[in-house]
T-cell receptor, first 113, second 113 residues
């Protein structure tokens, strides 16, 4: 158990809809990362937050947004969903500082129909 | 642009033998490298890391080798066990990018009893 909790585990929704994925980091970790894994693809970095502030942005679409709340949990909002958004979405957390590995949750599998 | 590449999608090894998983990278600024293991329906789990100031790091049955001139790293598992069957991802980050990690597409290892 990594200590990172993601909900829900599975999500099925229709094109054009909006969903929210939730992540609770490990106790004590201030950084939260979101990654997307599409079929046969590696983990694509979306966005990182540190202690409530956006720290780094990767290949995140404008239809997607995220935030980290004062209690350090994070939410990833996906809107105007398209079929191609179907993927596994992973949240990870780490302590701040260099050479700190990421600890991943078990992911949310999003299926857009 | 895939900055971290794992060119072998799959690998099969007999139990007790050595497993060698390879990873290449293109960004010469990368200075911290990690290997993750992923079982189905779970998030990636941190396995071992190496800083660019070293060329080898060992942890039990797992050893990571880094060849900076070739921009290549490898993970050796000796001896391989059936429980090692999983997808292995390599990842890299560069100083100054706020712990943004770039992942390869993964190699699926099967250890045959």
């Amino acid at each position: 158990d990594s200590g990172v909790t993601q909900t829900p585990k599975h999500l099925i929704t229709a094109t054009g809809q909006r969903v929210t994925l939730r992540c609770s980091p490990r106790s004590g970790d201030l950084s939260v990362y979101w990654y997307q894994q599409s079929l046969d693809q590696g983990l694509q970095f979306l966005i990182q937050y540190y202690n409530g502030e956006e720290r780094a942005k990767g290949n995140i679409l404008e239809r997607f947004s995220a935030q980290q709340f004062p209690d350090l949990h994070s939410e990833l909002n996906l809107s105007s969903l398209e079929l191609g958004d179907s993927a596994l979405y992973f949240c990870a957390s780490s302590v701040q500082g260099r050479d700190s590995p990421l600890h991943f949750g078990n992911g949310t599998r999003l299926t857009v129909t | 642009d895939q900055q971290v590449k794992q060119n072998s999608p799959s690998l099969s090894v007999q139990e007790g033998r050595i497993s060698i998983l390879n990873c290449d990278y293109t960004n010469s600024m990368f200075d911290y490298f990690l290997w993750y293991k992923k079982y189905p329906a779970e998030g990636p789990t941190f396995l071992i890391s190496i800083s660019s100031i070293k060329d080898k790091n060992e942890d039990g049955r797992f050893t990571v080798f880094l060849n900076k001139s070739a921009k290549h790293l490898s993970l050796h598992i000796v001896p391989s066990q059936p429980g090692d069957s999983a997808v292995y991802f390599c990842a890299a980050s560069a100083r100054g990018t706020g712990n943004q990690f770039y992942f390869g597409t993964g190699t699926s290892l099967t250890v045959i009893p």
